[in-house]
């Protein structure tokens, strides 16, 4: 029997196909295994001087994302943030962030792992690596610090045109 056929809610029937003789399955499957903290730094170089300190810092908030096999079907994807604030009596804080997650690819090729890995994963990691940046800066004395949310998607397709174009000889057009 190819086909076995089971009812559906509204009464008809739905034809499912049989599993693969031997078991397997071929359908593309992607999970997240697990997420933790891989490195956490919190510098506050100046305490107690800078709560006295007039006016707001100047923050700046880098992003960096890498992927790398684990095995055959395990990746890890890392979101490194990095957040500084400074003000012109010198540094007020310094976060360096290592936010990772263990995700599980199976029947997966690559072509479509590299944009799961590189915007969606880092989609799935940011709310909580917001979160503990948010805590961290609270917890060095400072107001919590929320950190605006990112497009990966649309910053992996900048980040591949941009290669493209710089593999056929482009240069790049405008000020950035």
């Given at each position: ?6 009812p ?19 359908s593309?499957?992607i ?9 956490l ?9 800078v ?6 810092p100047q923050?700046d908030v ?9 095995s ?24 360096e ?14 072509e479509?792992?590299h ?6 994963a ?6 909580f ?6 805590d961290?800066?609270r ?17 992996y ?12 000889g482009?240069q790049p057009?405008?000020?950035?």
């Open positions: 029997m190819a086909d076995e056929n089971k559906n809610e509204n009464g008809g029937n739905v034809t499912t196909p049989d599993p693969l003789a031997n078991g397997a399955d071929t593309p499957q999970g997240v295994i697990s997420q933790y903290v891989k490195d730094s919190v510098e506050n170089p100046n305490a107690p001087d709560y006295q300190w007039e006016g707001q923050i880098q992003f960096n994302i890498g992927s790398y096999k684990v055959d079907e395990v990746h890890e994807v890392e979101l490194k943030i990095e957040v500084s604030a400074k003000a012109d009596q010198g540094v007020a804080f310094a976060i962030l290592l936010y990772c997650g263990l995700f599980g690819l199976r029947n997966v090729n690559d479509q792992a944009p799961f890995l590189f915007a969606e880092p989609r799935l990691l940011f709310p690596a917001r979160a503990i940046i948010s961290a800066v917890d060095a004395g400072f107001q919590p610090l929320m950190l605006e949310p990112i497009d990966f998607t649309a910053l397709v900048q980040q591949r045109e941009q290669m493209a174009s710089e593999q056929a482009e057009v405008g000020n950035a």
